[in-house]
Each structure stands twice: as structure tokens, then as C-alpha cells.
């Protein structure tokens, strides 16, 4: 490699890299954060971001603190490579994230009824990034995070997104990391409860994240044969249920596992809150259903029912194998992304490979099952009650 120095004392150059023909932008620094819930992998992609942008480009890395908290508060560190060994398996993120840093919409204070109030910080964003002499910010996060990485884009700060969920419900993104590790752990915890609930001969509801998606319930039901499987995009029948747990019971299985996302609701009925976050952009945190429908079972049909909330667990501990290795194809693909000038998109899984696509495209959207999905045909022919 040669060229100049960058600001931390690297070249700022570019190399042949793979099989591409590059045609690299000049970059000389950029920014890295990771913004909402975290999730198995997110320091795999921190990892090869910034290994790639030292060796291959280099240029050098900033660690922005806290998602986009970081960029509105000035906090904001080097991150050289050694900061970045060593972190491939550990859960969580090293920079730490915010789920309620939008810089266009963020809580600057409270009214005297308690009322955030709500103002567009952007400018302090701008002037961080300036500050820092930063080209470029790779934004690792959700819709949320999209929906302010394009409000950046918007205010002519290039950026690139990488996606990241356990709920996999990022659009245009067939699998995102952290999904699977959060199915894995799910379908551990199913297990446990499927063994105690059969010894008991009890009906065990066990509710799942996911928001308004029910891919994680779905796959975890049916990693861990649940019987019955409860998703948002199928509102289900009380009725339906009770009389599938009866008829198990009847055919001398006195036990029920129900798997139930947390965004599922009773058809006619509504979703269980469990609280509002008022100073968040997406103030809405869903939770309770599982309780809810333990309790109205029993009423129902009288059958001892215990309710468990699986809850963040989901999101915690060490991404599996196969999560490392899409968090760092996509973190590569991102960086790659970067050195072309192929700007202002987010790198996504679909049809087997990394892809593209405008990061417009993805903000403040969410991808839902469809009902003519394969799995949910797979769980009807096994004879699973999808509650309708
Ligand atoms: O989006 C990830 C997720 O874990 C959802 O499945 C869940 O609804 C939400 O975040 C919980 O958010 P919080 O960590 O703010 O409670």
C-alpha cells in the first residue's frame, strides 16, 4: 500500500481487493456505530469494518458511542485493531447502541407534565462529525437506525447500513444476523419448558420477541415442535386453541406447548403493551400476551396453564457459528461498499449472497410473514394449531 497519512497515522490508500475491479472514493475516515436493541453478531461486523478499512483501505476507524447518542453527545473514539481482536464471539456490542437516539427527533428535556420534548438535533450531529473529520458512516442497526442514517443521508452525510435484528424483519433482507442465535436460544428455552409443562401435564405459554414479526416464533416453534404456534399476522381464535388443548388431552396428551409472539393478538382483539417509552421514536414496547392468554385459558377450559416471558434472554450471549459469519460478509460487503462509492445503501442477504439496496427503501419499515409462507405450510402438515 501507499499514499499519505491518515489522521491516526495510517495511509490513506486503496488496493486491489477480490475479484472487483475497484474504483475507490476517497475516504480517510470513517465512523462506526451500532444503533437499537442489540444483537448476536454486532461486534463481528464492528470487527471486520475495521480490520478491512486498516488493512485493505488504509484508512482509519472512529467508534461512535451509542448509536447515533454518541454523534449527538460527542462521544466518540479510535478504534484500531487491536480494539477489535478478540470481540468475534462476544455478544452485545463494544460501542454500545440507543434505541431512542433519532438526531431528528430526539427527547432534549421533559414539560413540566412530563411530556418529552422533542427537537431536531441534527445540527449537533453535523457539527460532531465535522469535528471528527469523518467521511462516512457505517450504521449498524434496524429500521430505526435506517430511518436515521436517511435523515443524515438527507442532510448530504454519505453513509452505509448494516442490518441487524432478531426479529428479521428488516425489509429487503431475507436473513439478518442475530436471528438465528436468537431462534437457537428460544428453541432451548421451548425445550426446558416442554419437559416440565409434560411432567406436569400442564399447558405451558411461552412468549417470544419479535414485534410485530413472527418469524423468531415461528422458527423456534417449530425447532422445538410446539403444538401450538401464535404470530402477529395470524390473529388467532380463543376457541380454536382451548379445543386443540382438549383434544391433545383427549387423545391422552394432557400437555400443551404454546409458542406465542409477543405481537400475536386474539382475532377482534388487540396487541398487550407492556410499556411506553415516551422519549423513543418508536415508543411502543409489546409484552403480556403470554399471561393474558394463560389466563384466559384456564378460564376457558379450567386446565392448569403457566405463562413465561422469554424476554431478553433472546437477544443476549454469544451469536452462533453461522451468525458470525453472516454478521462478517455483510460487515465486509458494507466496507466494500464504502471503497466504491456505493453510498447511502445498506448491504442485505437475499438469494444466498450479499446484495444492496437504498437505504430509503429499508427505513421505517418492517418485513412480515406472509401467510403463504413455506414454514407456516410446513407447521399445518405437521398438524401444529396456528390458532385459526
Ligand atoms: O427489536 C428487537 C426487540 O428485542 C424486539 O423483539 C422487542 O420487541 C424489543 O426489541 C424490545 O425492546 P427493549 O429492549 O427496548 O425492551
Request: proline share 5%.
Amino acid at each position: 500500500m501507499t499514499g499519505p497519512m491518515g489522521p491516526l497515522g495510517r495511509r490513506t490508500t486503496h488496493v486491489e481487493w477480490g475479484q472487483r475491479s475497484m474504483k475507490p472514493k476517497a475516504l480517510r475516515r470513517i465512523g462506526v456505530l451500532t444503533g437499537g436493541g442489540d444483537c448476536p453478531g454486532l461486534n463481528a461486523v464492528i470487527r471486520v469494518v475495521t480490520k478491512a478499512a486498516i488493512l485493505k483501505l488504509g484508512i482509519d476507524v472512529l467508534g461512535i458511542e451509542e448509536g447515533f447518542l454518541g454523534l449527538i453527545e460527542d462521544r466518540v473514539r479510535p478504534l484500531r485493531y487491536d480494539d477489535v481482536s478478540n470481540i468475534l464471539t462476544v455478544g452485545g456490542t463494544i460501542l454500545g447502541t440507543s434505541n431512542r437516539a433519532d438526531p431528528a427527533r430526539f427527547c432534549t428535556g421533559y414539560d413540566p407534565d412530563g411530556r418529552p420534548v422533542v427537537a431536531d438535533v441534527t445540527d449537533r450531529v453535523l457539527a460532531t462529525i465535522e469535528r471528527h473529520h469523518m467521511d462516512l458512516l457505517i450504521c449498524i442497526g434496524g429500521d430505526g437506525t435506517m430511518s436515521a442514517a436517511n435523515g443524515m443521508i438527507r442532510r448530504g452525510v454519505p453513509c452505509v447500513g448494516v442490518p441487524k435484528t432478531i426479529d428479521n424483519d428488516l425489509m429487503h433482507c431475507e436473513l439478518t444476523f442475530g436471528f438465528t442465535t436468537a431462534v437457537q436460544t428460544a428453541s432451548e428455552c421451548l425445550d426446558k419448558i416442554h419437559t416440565t409443562g409434560a411432567s406436569h401435564h400442564r399447558i405451558m405459554v411461552v412468549e417470544l420477541m419479535g414485534r410485530n414479526a413472527g418469524w423468531l416464533t415461528l422458527q423456534s416453534g417449530l425447532a422445538s415442535g410446539a403444538d401450538v404456534i401464535l404470530i402477529p399476522e395470524l390473529p388467532y381464535d380463543l376457541d380454536a386453541v382451548c379445543e386443540f388443548c382438549l383434544r391433545r388431552a383427549a387423545a391422552g396428551r394432557r400437555f400443551t406447548l404454546i409458542a406465542v409472539a409477543e405481537g400475536a393478538r386474539p382475532r377482534g382483539g388487540q396487541q398487550v403493551i407492556d410499556r411506553i417509552i415516551v422519549d423513543s421514536p418508536e415508543p411502543v414496547r409489546l409484552g403480556g400476551i403470554a399471561q393474558k392468554l394463560a389466563a384466559d385459558i384456564e378460564n376457558h377450559i379450567r386446565r392448569e396453564t403457566r405463562a413465561t416471558i422469554l424476554g431478553h434472554v433472546q437477544r443476549g450471549g454469544a451469536p452462533v457459528a453461522f451468525d458470525r459469519v453472516l454478521a462478517t460478509l455483510l460487515g465486509h460487503r458494507a466496507i466494500q461498499m464504502a471503497a466504491l462509492g456505493e453510498w447511502n445503501q445498506v448491504a442485505v442477504w437475499r438469494a444466498g449472497r450479499t446484495d444492496m439496496v437504498p437505504i430509503a427503501d429499508v427505513a421505517d419499515q418492517q418485513r412480515l410473514l406472509e401467510l403463504d409462507d413455506p414454514l407456516i405450510a410446513v407447521a399445518r402438515a405437521l398438524g401444529t394449531c396456528l390458532g385459526d
